[in-house]
Structures are given as C-alpha cells and as structure tokens.
C-alpha cells in the first residue's frame, strides 16, 4: 500500500483529515506531505547529506509540514535520482581553512594559541581579558 492511499484511507475510514496531505499542491501549491511520509526517491537537505549527496543546484519538488510548539515547520524535498556526489575539499582549501581555524584560536593581545576560539565579544583570550564574568 502506497502512502498516498495509506493516507486516503486513513482519512475514509476514521473521518480525521490529515491536515498536510496535499499531494498535488492544490490546497498549498506545492506538493506538501505530513511529518514522516514523504514519498521514496524524494529526501530532504539533511537526508541527502547523511547519504553523501546534495542537491545539485535543483528545485525543490515537494515539502514536508509539521507543527512544532505551536509553530508550522517546513522542510524541502529534492529528488534523489537527480543529486550528485557531495564535492571534497581540495588539499589547499584544507590547509586555508586549518589557518583560519588557527587563527581564530590565537589571542592577538599575547599572541599565544589556546584550545578554545577567541571569544569575538572581547576580542581576547580569557587570561588576558581577565576570566570569564
């Protein structure tokens, strides 16, 4: 049973209405899915991450409502078959971001590198700035 008639006879059979099922996007304009049922082959951002793709400069071709603590939340889907490889870090785009990272890590009123980043409100590590407050 596919979700759409899972959900289709959910609806039949209990009276309820699933309030974010509109899988033509007359109600939303959008193909909308409820919280849990999206269709196979679509995934979100995150899903796709977690899988090793992204979405390859593609639309989004449906989303996900859900209400969460009296907010609505969406989330996008992609297509799957139509993502790519997520692309690596070249060598030198490493190297640049362990200097920046470095940098961030060093104190520029003594100049000594610390095991926690520089908090930006004081501009200053925590023994020159005098501790925290």
């Known amino acids: 049973m596919s979700t759409d008639s899972f959900l289709e006879a959910l609806g039949a059979r209990t009276g309820i209405k699933v309030e974010f099922y509109d899988p033509t996007g007359s109600r939303y304009g959008f193909p909308t899915f409820p919280y849990r049922y ?68 060093t104190c520029p009123a003594c100049g000594q590198l610390k095991d926690y980043y520089i908090p930006r409100r004081t501009g200053a590590c925590l023994d020159c700035d005098g501790g925290p407050r």
């Open 38 to 105: 999206a269709p196979d082959g679509l995934a979100t951002r995150r899903q796709l991450r977690r899988d090793g793709l992204r979405p390859n400069g593609q639309d989004p071709v449906a989303q996900i409502l859900w209400r969460h603590r009296k907010q609505q939340r969406v989330a996008f889907l992609y297509r799957r078959d139509l993502a790519a490889a997520k692309r690596t870090a070249t060598p030198a785009q490493l190297v640049a971001l362990g200097k920046a990272l470095r940098a961030r890590r």
